[in-house]
């Protein structure tokens, strides 16, 4: 339970760090996000920020969403999302203000990355979970990269919930923990993230402070 931020991923490149290393990075485009709500516990049953993130146009923008924004004095959001904290941190904060990247993350702080997969539609057993197929000699035809028997004989005659076999892959809530903050931007709100992060080019991220390991 802690705050973060809402952020786009731009794409990955390299960087030779000082020790002579070529390191991958992710870019990240993180904030500024707006401030657009309040929970408390008294009134909602827990504590959180909600959170704007992102530029919508404003003749694409709901009426009552539009109406919201106003009352905040700001222009329409793409994204929203809620971030719980403790109820003491909630004084900290004020509804229309915005959260900048260099409020939360520094240089060499740990994160965790929330994002959606990249979607890979419909794919086989081989490329989905990994299965070897079968061999490639002599008397095996067209089943190179089958999944093989799925049967379980006359009794329960039926196939077992949760078998391995083909269909959609991707386009799943993927969590990467313990990645390296390299460097902050902070003129031009972008994060330099050591390694790889979920999702293709202009995804929506969650950025936190790591929740285990290393600080």
């Not at 994204?79 to 939360?104: H, T």
Request: contains cysteine; positive net charge; hydrophobic residues 35%.
């Amino acid at each position: 339970m802690s705050l973060g931020l809402l952020g786009r991923k731009i794409g990955m490149t390299q960087i030779n760090s000082e020790e002579g290393q070529r390191l991958a990075v992710t870019a990240v485009e993180v904030g500024p996000c707006l401030i657009m709500q309040k929970k408390t516990v008294e009134k909602d049953g827990y504590a959180a920020l909600k959170l704007a993130f992102g530029s919508r146009k404003p003749k694409k923008t709901p009426k009552a969403l539009k109406t919201t924004f106003d009352k905040l004095k700001s222009t329409p959001r793409r994204y929203i999302r809620e971030f719980r904290i403790a109820s003491e941190e909630l004084g900290k904060f004020e509804e229309g203000k915005e959260i900048q990247l260099q409020d939360l993350f520094a240089v060499g702080q740990m994160i965790d990355v929330a994002g959606t997969t990249k979607g890979r539609g419909f794919t086989g057993v081989v490329k989905k979970w990994g299965m070897k197929g079968n061999r490639r000699t002599h008397g095996t035809h067209e089943f190179f990269r089958h999944g093989g028997s799925i049967g379980t004989r006359t009794w329960p005659g039926n196939v077992h919930k949760g078998k391995k076999m083909g269909g959609h892959y991707g386009t799943d809530r993927v969590t990467i923990k313990n990645l390296r903050v390299y460097q902050v931007l902070a003129d031009r709100n972008v994060l330099l993230v050591q390694g790889a992060l979920p999702g293709a080019g202009n995804g929506l991220l969650e950025i936190h402070p790591a929740t285990h390991g290393k600080k």
